[in-house]
């Protein structure tokens, strides 16, 4: 029993399984809905990993890939980020119909000292920052399938257990709907104040934190593993690609960008299902699981060294355990997994591996060098100009009269239209202005991309596209080596796998997008959808000629 086995074994121990529940599950019938819906996102778990890794996952991934497989599934808008993309998977709607933008915006006119606002935060605290918040689900303006699920049923019980709250809040939905939400906030696994936490968060969180405490020592290197195990420089003397997860005790920031994270997150996740009996009611119930360490990996080290790698080594493993301690259970369970978004490896490494054009955004393109510019052609006094990483959403001053407005917007696309390293930038009435996105999404132009995150209550003035394998981060010796976010394929497309006992599986490689999730979802349990409808399509799980689709 391995160091992941041990911690979910652990926890699971502790609850108790009638022995009745411990037969396995009979096939169902594909007219009866599932009982339970298991959601799990794998937090940048991108469409080029899964072809990478696919043919060595011999755990819960090699299961799933058993059931209906779609490689090509598609965050088809261009913030993506982990909160618009976890705003998509449970809502069946795009960014610009969550209103979740990004993972942060500026709210220049808000009363707070902090006008970067997060988009898990609660606004109306009084000294709130986007990252010293009360976490909310304010933001979030559609519902989830959990909560139409409770509407059309009460007896239906939803939960969400994840590595951040933005993952829990925009997969779960409104906290009135939802039985159970649990996050990690760096110190234990919490939710909103007020909730009781069960038996199974307390008892995980003692194990996680006691495991914390402990020095872990290296990670074994799978075989398949060994041709990535070798340490890039990337300047001031720091290399990544040969990280074997050695923690010393007590360092919680390691212990998140390693495989112990999602192993904790997917033990607690089965042990609410174990102790709250999910599936065994009357009605059908759902949990979605966030796993995040597979992100915080790949921000950490990039997505093509041995750090990832052993990553998803490991994540196929700890899968396999939640599966099987589900079939003991002897619930009838519908599994969906997918990814918020994708990732984009390391410029240094890429260039080694035949990518000569990746390159890191140059430090002086930033949106106050911009504004700046644009300022002093124009006579303006202070900073007119707003946003992150010289890159995505940007906002004007409010305050400018309509005629400084209309100037600033223009001199600032004439610098963005006029850097090499951007491919577009649109104002935000030509984003506004353009075609609602039709179409296969691998075919959509850049400004429909746009427009498929572009919500005119909180979107920016100004949305840039930089070229392709343009990093975002110009510095990589201090903080994260590699990012998201871009409007290209490698951020865009992810898996979307389904499975459930008994069904007839089959790989259909043409592009999906994850707003079809909840129509198929509910076509599964016979669930009508109603106003208002999601922007995604019922996918066909049936691998014959009948249709699980109305």
Same mark, same amino acid.
């Given at each position: 029993?391995?160091?992941? =086995?041990?911690?979910?074994?652990?926890?699971?121990?502790?609850?108790?399984?009638?022995?009745?529940?411990?037969?396995?599950?009979?096939?169902?019938?594909?007219?009866?809905?599932?009982?339970?819906?298991?959601?799990?996102?794998?937090?940048?778990?991108?469409?080029?990993?899964?072809?990478?890794?696919?043919?060595?996952?011999?755990?819960?991934?090699?299961?799933?890939? =058993?059931?209906?497989?779609?490689?090509?599934?598609?965050?088809?808008?261009?913030?993506?980020?982990?909160?618009?993309?976890?705003?998509?998977?449970?809502?069946?709607?795009?960014?610009?119909?969550?209103?979740?933008?990004?993972?942060?915006?500026?709210?220049?006119?808000?009363?707070?000292?902090?006008?970067?606002?997060?988009?898990?935060?609660?606004?109306?605290?009084?000294?709130?920052?986007?990252?010293?918040?009360?976490?909310?689900?304010?933001?979030?303006?559609?519902?989830?399938?959990?909560?139409?699920?409770?509407?059309?049923?009460?007896?239906?019980?939803?939960?969400?257990?994840?590595?951040?709250?933005?993952?829990?809040?925009? +997969?779960?939905?409104?906290?009135?709907?939802?039985?159970?939400?649990?996050?990690?906030?760096?110190?234990?696994?919490?939710?909103?104040?007020?909730?009781?936490?069960?038996?199974?968060?307390?008892?995980?969180?003692?194990?996680?934190?006691?495991?914390?405490?402990?020095?872990?020592?290296?990670?074994?290197?799978?075989?398949?593993?060994?041709?990535?195990?070798?340490?890039?420089?990337?300047?001031?003397?720091?290399?990544?690609?040969?990280?074997?997860?050695?923690?010393?005790?007590?360092?919680?920031?390691?212990?998140?960008?390693?495989?112990?994270?999602?192993?904790?997150?997917?033990?607690?996740?089965?042990?609410?299902?174990?102790? +709250?009996?999910?599936?065994?009611?009357?009605? =059908?119930?759902?949990?979605?699981?966030?796993?995040?360490?597979?992100?915080?990996?790949?921000?950490?080290?990039?997505?093509?060294?041995?750090?990832?790698?052993?990553?998803?080594?490991?994540?196929?493993?700890?899968?396999?355990?939640?599966?099987?301690?589900?079939?003991?259970?002897?619930?009838?369970?519908?599994?969906?997994?997918?990814?918020?978004?994708?990732?984009?490896?390391?410029?240094?490494?890429?260039?080694?591996?035949?990518?000569?054009?990746?390159?890191?955004?140059?430090?002086?393109?930033?949106?106050?060098?911009?504004?700046?510019?644009?300022?002093?052609?124009?006579?303006?006094?202070?900073?007119?100009?707003?946003?992150?990483?010289?890159?995505?959403?940007?906002?004007?001053?409010?305050?400018?009269?309509?005629?400084?407005?209309?100037?600033?917007?223009?001199?600032?696309?004439?610098?963005?239209?006029?850097?090499?390293?951007?491919?577009?930038?649109?104002?935000?009435?030509?984003?506004?202005?353009?075609?609602?996105?039709?179409?296969?999404?691998?075919?959509?132009?850049?400004?429909?991309?746009?427009?498929?995150?572009?919500?005119?209550?909180?979107?920016?003035?100004?949305?840039?596209?930089?070229?392709?394998?343009?990093?975002?981060?110009?510095?990589?010796?201090?903080?994260?080596?590699?990012?998201?976010?871009?409007?290209?394929?490698?951020?865009?497309?992810?898996?979307?796998?389904?499975?459930?006992?008994? +069904?007839?599986?089959?790989?259909?490689?043409?592009?999906?997008?994850?707003?079809?999730?909840?129509?198929?979802?509910?076509?599964?349990?016979?669930?009508?959808?109603?106003?208002?409808?999601?922007?995604?399509?019922?996918?066909?799980?049936?691998?014959?000629?009948?249709?699980?689709?109305?």
């Amino acid at each position: 029993m391995n160091r992941l =086995t041990s911690l979910i074994a652990l926890s699971l121990a502790l609850v108790a399984v009638p022995l009745a529940a411990q037969t396995a599950p009979q096939a169902p019938s594909p007219e009866t809905p599932p009982k339970l819906i298991v959601a799990i996102s794998v937090d940048q778990f991108s469409a080029d990993l899964f072809a990478e890794y696919r043919n060595h996952f011999t755990g819960g991934f090699a299961r799933l890939l =058993t059931g209906d497989v779609f490689p090509a599934g598609y965050q088809s808008h261009a913030a993506t980020e982990t909160c618009p993309g976890h705003s998509t998977i449970l809502t069946g709607f795009r960014p610009a119909r969550t209103g979740i933008i990004a993972n942060t915006w500026y709210n220049l006119k808000s009363p707070l000292a902090d006008k970067v606002i997060y988009c898990a935060e609660d606004e109306s605290v009084p000294g709130s920052t986007h990252d010293a918040y009360t976490v909310t689900d304010q933001h979030l303006l559609v519902p989830t399938l959990g909560e139409r699920m409770k509407a059309a049923n009460p007896a239906s019980r939803t939960v969400s257990v994840a590595g951040k709250d933005r993952a829990a809040v925009m +997969m779960g939905g409104h906290k009135a709907a939802l039985d159970e939400i649990w996050w990690w906030d760096g110190k234990a696994f919490v939710s909103y104040a007020g909730r009781k936490a069960p038996e199974i968060v307390t008892r995980t969180n003692a194990l996680v934190n006691a495991r914390i405490a402990e020095a872990q020592p290296a990670f074994e290197v799978p075989d398949f593993c060994v041709p990535h195990d070798r340490a890039i420089p990337i300047g001031g003397g720091k290399t990544v690609g040969a990280g074997h997860f050695e923690r010393e005790a007590g360092n919680r920031a390691k212990f998140r960008a390693s495989p112990e994270f999602d192993n904790a997150i997917l033990a607690l996740g089965a042990g609410m299902v174990r102790e +709250m009996k999910l599936g065994q009611g009357p009605a =059908t119930d759902i949990i979605d699981i966030g796993a995040s360490a597979t992100d915080y990996i790949g921000h950490t080290y990039g997505t093509e060294g041995a750090e990832m790698c052993i990553q998803l080594a490991n994540l196929d493993h700890s899968l396999g355990e939640l599966f099987d301690q589900l079939d003991q259970t002897g619930v009838d369970y519908l599994v969906v997994l997918t990814a918020d978004h994708g990732g984009h490896d390391l410029p240094e490494r890429n260039r080694e591996h035949a990518a000569p054009t990746a390159v890191r955004i140059d430090p002086a393109f930033t949106t106050k060098a911009v504004s700046d510019s644009v300022a002093a052609k124009l006579k303006l006094p202070g900073q007119v100009l707003f946003g992150d990483s010289g890159s995505g959403d940007l906002w004007i001053d409010p305050r400018l009269s309509k005629p400084q407005h209309d100037a600033v917007l223009a001199e600032a696309l004439k610098i963005y239209r006029a850097n090499p390293q951007v491919a577009a930038a649109f104002s935000g009435a030509e984003i506004a202005a353009s075609p609602e996105p039709s179409g296969p999404p691998e075919t959509w132009p850049l400004i429909m991309r746009a427009k498929a995150s572009y919500n005119p209550r909180v979107s920016g003035d100004i949305v840039v596209a930089l070229k392709p394998r343009v990093m975002p981060i110009a510095d990589p010796t201090h903080g994260y080596v590699a990012t998201h976010g871009s409007f290209w394929d490698y951020d865009r497309r992810v898996p979307i796998l389904f499975w459930r006992k008994g +069904m007839t599986g089959f790989e259909q490689p043409l592009s999906v997008e994850t707003v079809d999730i909840v129509p198929t979802l509910a076509a599964a349990i016979h669930l009508p959808l109603s106003a208002p409808l999601p922007d995604g399509r019922c996918l066909d799980l049936d691998g014959g000629v009948a249709s699980t689709c109305p």
